[in-house]
């Protein structure tokens, strides 16, 4: 049977665009080569991150998705902490980018504000306090727990009518068809590919496509050690942070933060490691990352970029409530400025990419395809 729009994979660009759709009365298929989502989607940090985003437009659209989250969290009984972020400071030249940043944007004042260490020290006791000089706060970010959100939203979608086909590797899309390695033909007005980072296997001919980079992210999981565990109450990370964001660019001081931090933190950037972490509802931190740009990465864990996490995040947290549980590589693509690509390929076909920030933006970006799509 012909539907209105077939989806090519099962993580949250999928799955959030089908809601979207199927919101909007279209008839939704959702094909996914896995027996469950094993992508990006499940191996991320699960913040929802407007913080990190540039003031302006892209700002706007994260705290838009942010809502969406906040409404399909209400509608589906999705596990989802309005948690807000830290973004702490050891250094002068810390303080001084994160001064500069809130400075432009002064015009909103949602964005943050600067607080003392002491305020920090109360807020979250389990923060380092050797060297702490104060820290951005944030209140719009909210936490979600990838290993169990993206499972949730498939099975409510599922209950709202959207089938979504498990075991179904797509190995050609044509306009008006997507055509599984069986054989099988999933007929519909619009096919849309979601299978990042994996999408030009089957839309080589997307606009951009050949630019994309892949990019491998080291991350952990550290379970606490009791049933007592240390509450940490926001997303938290510190100075290596700065130069990881967009949002910190436009900062006059961001070159000599890089400088700086090139000769405190070597292995730090050589492996183009900042810490995260956020905190779930059983108590488990999710700390990352590391990026490893290329097609040719290694496909091992390497014990020098963990113990090169550890050590950054061992300047700002007291983990000695956790330890590390599990190990993993996550990977998304990236392309230089972009933070999500809706790429028409042929009529009626679509991919969409939402590089690195597809928890924060993916109900937003729905939206807006949902809206063009009509
Ligand atoms: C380590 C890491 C940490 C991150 N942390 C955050 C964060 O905290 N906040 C944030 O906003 N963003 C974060 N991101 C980015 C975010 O996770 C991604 O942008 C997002 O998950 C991408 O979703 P997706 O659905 O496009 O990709 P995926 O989740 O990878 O899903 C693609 C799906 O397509 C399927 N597929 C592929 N090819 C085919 C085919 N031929 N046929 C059928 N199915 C196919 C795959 O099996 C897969 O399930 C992080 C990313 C990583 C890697």
């Given amino acids: 049977m012909k539907s209105d729009v077939v989806i090519v994979g099962a993580g949250i660009a999928g799955l959030s665009l089908a809601w979207t759709l199927a919101s909007r009365g279209k008839s939704v298929v959702v094909l996914e080569r896995g027996a469950i989502a094993k992508g990006a989607s499940v191996r991320n940090f699960g913040m929802v991150w407007p913080v990190g985003h540039p003031l302006g437009e892209m700002r706007k659209l994260a705290l838009r998705s942010r809502e969406i989250w906040l409404d399909v969290a209400r509608e589906t009984e999705l596990w989802v902490r309005e948690c807000g972020a830290m973004t702490l400071a050891y250094e002068e030249i810390e303080i001084q980018v994160l001064a500069e940043f809130l400075e432009q944007a002064d015009q909103d004042p949602g964005v943050g504000t600067l607080i003392s260490a002491g305020e920090v ?27 169990v959100t993206v499972g949730q939203l498939a099975s409510a979608l599922a209950k709202r009518g959207v089938p979504i086909h498990f075991n179904t590797l797509v190995g050609r899309v044509e306009p008006g068809v997507a055509i599984a390695a069986d054989g099988q033909r999933w007929e519909a007005d619009q096919i849309i590919v979601c299978a990042t980072p994996d999408s030009h296997q089957l839309v080589p001919e997307a606009n951009g496509l050949e630019k994309l980079r892949r990019c491998d992210l080291h991350m952990m999981r550290l379970a606490p050690k009791s049933s007592l565990w240390p509450v940490m109450s926001t997303h938290l990370c510190a100075g290596l942070t700065l130069g ?10 961001l070159d000599a933060l890089k400088v700086f931090h090139a000769e405190k933190w070597p292995s730090q950037t050589k492996y183009g490691i900042h810490v995260l972490v956020s905190q779930h509802g059983d108590g488990s931190l999710t700390v990352g990352d590391s990026h490893t740009y290329g097609d040719d990465s290694s496909p091992y864990l390497q014990a020098e970029i963990e113990s090169s996490i550890l050590e950054a995040l061992d300047e700002f947290l007291d983990t000695s409530g956790f330890e590390v549980r599990e190990r993993w590589i996550g990977t998304y693509s990236t392309s230089p400025g972009q933070f999500y690509a809706w790429m028409p390929v042929a009529e009626g076909v679509h991919a969409l990419n939402l590089f690195g920030t597809g928890m924060t933006l993916s109900f937003g970006v729905a939206e807006r395809i949902a809206d063009e799509l009509g």
């Fill in 244 to 253: 990881h964001y967009a949002n910190f660019r436009s900062c006059p001081s």
């Fill in 121 to 147: 020290l109360r807020r979250n006791p389990h923060v380092k306090s050797k060297g702490l000089l104060g820290a951005m706060t944030s209140e719009t970010e909210l936490c979600v727990d990838p290993r």
